[in-house]
């Protein structure tokens, strides 16, 4: 190995996962997990509620201690390295809740004496974009002005790396996409983030990579759209079938699959999805092949393939059956 | 910012200091409780004339003899109502005229109906024409330091320094790690000490006040005595108050839920309220029990603070229970810094 070569890492990658593992009694949370974060990357973690994405991230954040594996964060280790990577770091938790007879102002004061450095608590304020509830007690505030001082207080130390577990579950959409554009801010300004979801849109519209995890493990890695173009087809053809002329039963799956275009079939509780390239040109088979086999239509749809498409194709289930 | 503004201690504390204070039950528990404790205690217990003890006879001149005291009413009555009227509590005492001289029933188990008894007893026989052998008078003491309000005061000021350091440490920490905020500060590069240690520099900062406004209101009303030395009584009163927040940290390290916390919270105050000689002196439990009672906290409290309150004692004289009480910040300290639990 080259003399440079550990620094280099340093420099380049953010996170390192090697092997990780972490049971909790008899459930593995997290099973030989690998993954690696490069700087100024925004980095997703998606899957369904119990896929380990909390303790994967718990991990990463040293709260909670791995089985076995290693765990490296900008080329330090949770073991030798605790106290510096706590000032390097920004971490915001699932469901912390503030104390609630505190106003925004004091949390922040609060978080901005631990780190030491950091931005001042005005400016921690303001692009969280609190300031005109400075003054109010955290009881007051509405579910996104909570979930945007805990955005704050991960940011008040100017971290390297910052930690969002779940930041927009429990959100209304317009406060989501409030969230969004702030972590939008933090992207441009070049902050490593790795965050947690189960919102499919969330991912493909905040995150470089994507990691979809379920049962501890991680199914695929890769940017949204390399993922999405891994189910083979951009657009999803979804219809289902309400009467048979000849009454001999369903579709035919084979004779679906076959339809030039149509790159996959799936039917799930009688819905039939299938996956396709370009719809101008597949649809009026499928109608074409439907009409062959003399299916009555109740239901017929189309939409851009997403990850939650990928999670399915994956894993049979949708990410939110959970 | 200032640089103390900047410390991270100090902004633990002051957040602590501004919850508590935030919380009008907090105040109400921690100011207000005490007072009307000892105002009531106060009233029930003022030095007031011996009471007037209720009595009966069943003949018109044996009541004469009877109102003559003036411990005693006496009302005349037949035998059956009587019987009715000691049943129902509404006399101590029935003189009965027996054919050779005087029955008394009464219960004597009650000491006010046993006083009765010695009273009326003497009020009969000097109306028969008994005169005393040997000449007596009464010399009535009422003066501060030896009264009931005087004994209570130090007990209150004990029971009240352990209510608010333990429901002050132990509801906020569970409720913290309730809300994962204990975890979202140890996901912080805040150090854990410093968490804790600022409980203690809050409650210490609202113990001077708690202190104070009790103190004051007592010396102020029932003019208690302050016969030992005060920056003797503060310490002492800062050693108790650590104690009690050792154990409040003990006792809230591990539990996960109010209703656990505060379940264990009265397991562990449950027994001194009752054992501790808050209201009456812990020695009138039996010998077999005093170690234990002895190596309570509260009861150690109490002590030291009847000691120099009432006594005038200073602290190398009362070494035992200042012993116990530095036992009892050490050991749970110690134990808890280990088993507590951050998530």
Known sequence: MLNGEPRRQEESTALLLRGVRKSFADVVAVDHLDLEVARAECFGLLGPNGAGKTTTIEICEGLTAPDEGRVELLGLNWRSGAGELRQRIGVQLQETQFPEKLTVEEVLRLFRSFFRRGIPVEESIQSAQLEEKRGARVGTLSGGQKQRLAMACALVGDPELLFLDEPTTGLDPQARRHLWDLVDRLKQAGRTIILTTHYMEEAERLCDRVAIMDHGRVLALGSPQQLIASVGGEHIVEFAISGHESGDGAADAALLSAIPGVHSHRSDAGLHQLSVRELHIAVPRIFAELTRQGLHLSEFRTHSATLEDVFMRLTGRNLRDE | ?343
Not at chain 2, 71 to 87: F, H, K, N, Q, V
Not at chain 2, 125 to 132: F, L, N, P
Not at chain 2, 210 to 234: D, K, N, T
Not at chain 2, 253 to 281: C, D, Y
């Open chain 2, 1 to 343: 910012m200032n640089k103390l503004q900047r410390s991270s201690l100090y902004q633990l504390s002051i957040m602590r200091f501004r919850l508590t204070l935030r919380e009008p039950e907090a105040i109400f528990w921690v100011f207000i409780f005490p007072i009307l404790l000892a105002v009531g205690l106060g009233i029930a217990f003022r030095n007031r004339p011996a009471d007037v003890l209720q009595v009966a006879a069943t003949r018109p001149q044996l009541t004469r003899a009877l109102a003559a005291d003036k411990g005693l009413t006496a009302t005349t009555m037949d035998e059956p109502a009587g019987s009715r009227a000691l049943a129902s509590g509404s006399i101590l005492l029935l003189a009965i005229q027996q054919p050779d001289g005087v029955a008394y029933r009464y219960d004597d188990t009650n000491p006010d109906a046993r006083t009765a008894r010695l009273l009326a007893d003497r009020a009969i026989q000097t109306a028969a024409g008994r005169r005393d052998a040997v000449s007596s008078e009464d010399q009535h003491i009422h003066e501060p330091g030896a009264r009931y309000i005087d004994f209570v005061v130090p007990g209150l000021l004990g029971m009240n320094l352990m209510g608010s350091a333990i429901w002050g440490m132990g509801f906020s920490i569970v409720e913290a790690r309730q809300k994962k905020l204990l975890k979202r500060m140890v996901a912080s590069p805040m150090p854990r000490w410093q968490y804790l240690a600022s409980y203690l520099i809050s409650r210490l900062a609202l113990l001077v006040l708690e202190v104070v406004a009790f103190l004051g209101f007592a010396r102020l009303i029932f003019a208690v005595p302050f016969r030992g030395s005060l920056w003797q009584l503060a310490l002492l009163c800062v050693l108790a108050s650590l104690s009690f927040s050792a154990l409040g940290l003990l006792v809230s390290s591990r539990a996960k839920t109010m209703e656990a916390a505060s379940g264990l919270m009265n397991l562990v105050m449950l027994p001194m309220w009752i054992l501790s000689g808050v209201f009456f002196s812990a020695s009138r439990f039996p010998a077999v029990i005093q170690p234990i009672v002895r190596a309570l906290p509260l009861t150690a409290a109490i002590d030291t603070l009847r000691g120099n309150m009432l006594q005038g004692m200073n602290m190398g004289q009362m070494f035992a229970p200042i012993a116990i009480l530095l036992a009892w910040v050490a050991v749970p300290f110690a134990v808890s810094l280990r088993i507590f639990r951050w998530r």
